[in-house]
């Protein structure tokens, strides 16, 4: 057993569902508290008011006074990729829009080529570099997708490099086939072949390997359309993946309505969705997983955050990491636009990030929150209240990561614990 003593304040956040409304700014907090660990798992919390016998433990830790909080989940990434567009991104700042970029046969298109070229191990070697940064800013887990091959070898190499990094790596790893991510050159003008070509020949090879647990599409401007994806999304339930929707972030088009109306366990984006969409995703339960970066980096207006959370819709937070509209991981930043120009406020964001996203992964019951029974994934953060976290704004307060209740990052020493 593992006691962590005089925590200052525990963000236990709590629950296994997604919290909604007013729910989503309780987060539970016990000040001046232990936490004992067992076996990888919580087995017990409270007011630390008792002396412990101190042979009872295998390790006794000294939080010092300062926040533990459940780690943050990442809901929503891209970070298996080769290939750079920097260039793109000057591009933008002058005016060139995101979309155009692609309909000329760059953008994602861009990165597939680089992509299929890169050998696996070196496709290893570059997200293993970012899921280890992930964990340094306190992601314990996080969602990654493929959609950078468009053919069947590529994509089964991007998700068979997520499960290695999973296998292999601190950090857990929850898989999404995105294969209808754009429509390859070989497909060009023919979008419906393409997706007769992802039904029949690669989703049951991706089910089969068990290599995804996920099915996204990209149902927008320039992408899939509505009857497109919904073509595909009830392909993919049949085969046994669970639903994800990229919706109305470039376009409304009409892919929020598509989420309710299918199930899916969340809908990403939302910068463009209609009142009607989201009462789409009220009436079905489909949480909305907002990436704040993507629409600071497209400079785009940031989805209504506020509209969602007083109707009722359980909001999560990602990062959107990827090469085009999200090039950046940093959980600092997503929070500070969270609170600054989303309106939510410090708790709200927090189980955005915890609980919420956790939900949006369908494992509330496994992570997310400080509750017995749950995995031990644990952060220290540096400071002597949670609120710091926005009001340090843009600073990695995460001082040391415990995953399955060991030590696996102390950011202090500025190097990895074996
Ligand atoms: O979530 N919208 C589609 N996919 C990504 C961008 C991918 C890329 O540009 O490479 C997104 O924004
Ligand atoms: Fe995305």
């Known amino acids: 057993m593992v006691l962590f003593k005089n ?33 990888e798992k919580i087995i017990d919390f409270g007011i630390e008011n008792k002396e412990f016998e101190e042979s009872n433990f295998e390790k006794i830790i000294d939080v010092e006074g300062k926040v533990m909080m459940p780690g943050f989940v990442d809901p ?47 496709l290893y070697l570059l997200s293993q570099k970012r899921a280890e940064k992930f964990l340094s800013y306190g992601v314990t887990t ?15 190499k991007q998700l068979k490099v997520m499960k290695e990094i999973d296998e292999k790596e601190d950090i857990d790893i929850v898989s999404t086939f995105m294969g209808a991510h754009a429509v390859p050159k070989k497909y060009k003008n023919n979008s419906g072949g393409y997706i007769y070509y992802l039904i ?41 993946f669970k639903l994800k929707i990229h919706a109305d972030e470039i ?17 990403e984006h ?33 989805a209504d955050a506020r509209k969602m959370i007083e109707m009722g819709i359980p909001v999560a937070l990602a990062t959107d990491l ?14 500070s636009l969270a609170v600054m120009y989303m309106e939510l406020s410090p708790e709200e964001a927090i189980t955005a ?16 929150s400080i509750e017995k029974g749950k995995r031990a994934d644990l952060l220290i953060i540096d400071a002597p209240d949670y609120n710091h976290l926005f009001y340090n704004f843009g600073v990695n307060l995460v001082e040391k990561v415990f995953k399955n209740g060991n030590l696996v990052l102390d950011n202090n020493l500025n190097k990895r614990k074996i």
């Open 251 to 267: 376009k409304n088009t009409e892919a929020s309505q598509l989420a309710g109306e299918l199930n899916a366990v969340s809908a």
């Open 353 to 368: 990030l915890t609980i919420n996203a956790a939900c949006a992964l369908d494992q509330g019951d496994v992570i997310g």
């Open 76 to 122: 929503h990434t891209h970070f298996v990729f080769a290939g750079d567009r920097s260039k793109e991104f000057k591009m933008r700042l002058q005016g060139t829009p995101y979309i155009d970029i692609l309909k000329n046969g760059g953008g994602i298109l861009s990165t597939v080529n680089a992509t299929r070229e890169s050998p696996e191990q070196d």
């Open 7 to 39: 925590i200052g304040q525990l963000v236990t956040v709590g629950g296994k569902t997604p919290k909604m409304g007013l729910e989503m700014k309780e987060l539970n907090i016990i000040n001046d508290a232990y936490l004992i660990v067992e076996n």
């Open 142 to 156: 996080v969602e990654g997708k493929s959609g950078y091959g468009l053919d069947k070898k590529t994509e089964l």
């Open 200 to 240: 029949e020949e690669v989703m049951p090879e991706v089910i089969d390997k068990n290599l995804a647990e996920f099915c996204d599409v990209f149902c927008d401007d320039g992408a899939f359309t509505y009857q497109e994806s919904k073509k595909l999304l009830i392909a993919a339930a049949e085969l046994g």
């Open 270 to 302: 939302l910068l463009k969705a209609s009142d009607e969409g989201l009462k789409s995703l009220k009436e079905n339960n489909v949480i909305a997983v907002l990436l704040p970066l993507t629409a600071f980096s497209l400079q785009e207006k940031y």
């Open 322 to 335: 990827n090469p085009g509209s999200s090039y950046s991981q940093s959980i600092p930043l997503l929070l």
